[in-house]
């Protein structure tokens, strides 16, 4: 089992639309969780963190974590063509004093217009 | 403030070649990583840096792949010889603490 999973996509969705994408994780004692973006041909940029059980509001963008279950998303409100991007998962966790950083392959989105 | 800097943008090497990318951090960051990221994949760790030690480097591959901070600003990363498995974009983050937060503009390497 890979440690960050993420559907590849792409998922296209229509302008204007709720974008939910997802992430699961193996690791239990995984900590904090982050969402980038990367445009094609581009570098990830940072765009959500959350640690904690819940919701996180920034914008039209909302991470939810669900710890028991394993999972994160990130649901994109009224999209954007110019959302159109891959968005990749991050789980940062402390293995044997160890801090792990790990990115997930990516969701590519499509919003048309 | 001034982002993360890499050179090259772009390199085109035979295999069994050596190459080498540099990274310069923002200002004031203590930590750097040197990221691999092949096509359709996340970006995979090679090396961590926390000033100018060694936090992680335990999927560097060590035979081929070497990197050094130097005063703890700017870094090398090194490959030396190339393999066709090693075309990628490398990335290099920094940040102020463990979790990297801004990426430079990556080199995408190609062997051939």
Known sequence: ?113 | EAGVAQSPRYKIIEKRQSVAFWCNPISGHATLYWYQQILGQGPKLLIQFQNNGVVDDSQLPKDRFSAERLKGVDSTLKIQPAKLEDSAVYLCASSLDNRPRYFGPGTRLTVT
């Open chain 1, 1 to 113: 089992q890979k440690e960050v999973e993420q559907n590849s996509g792409p998922l296209s969705v229509p302008e204007g639309a709720i974008a939910s994408l997802n992430c699961t994780y193996s690791d239990r004692g995984s900590q904090s969780f982050f969402w980038y973006r990367q445009y094609s041909g581009k570098s990830p940029e940072l765009i959500m963190f959350i640690y904690s059980n819940g919701d996180k509001e920034d914008g039209r963008f909302t991470a939810q974590l669900n710890k028991a279950s394993q999972y994160v998303s990130l649901l994109i409100r009224d999209s954007q063509p110019s959302d159109s991007a891959t968005y990749l998962c991050a789980v940062h966790h402390t293995t044997s004093g160890t801090y792990k950083y790990i990115f997930g392959t990516g969701t590519r989105l499509k919003v048309l217009a």
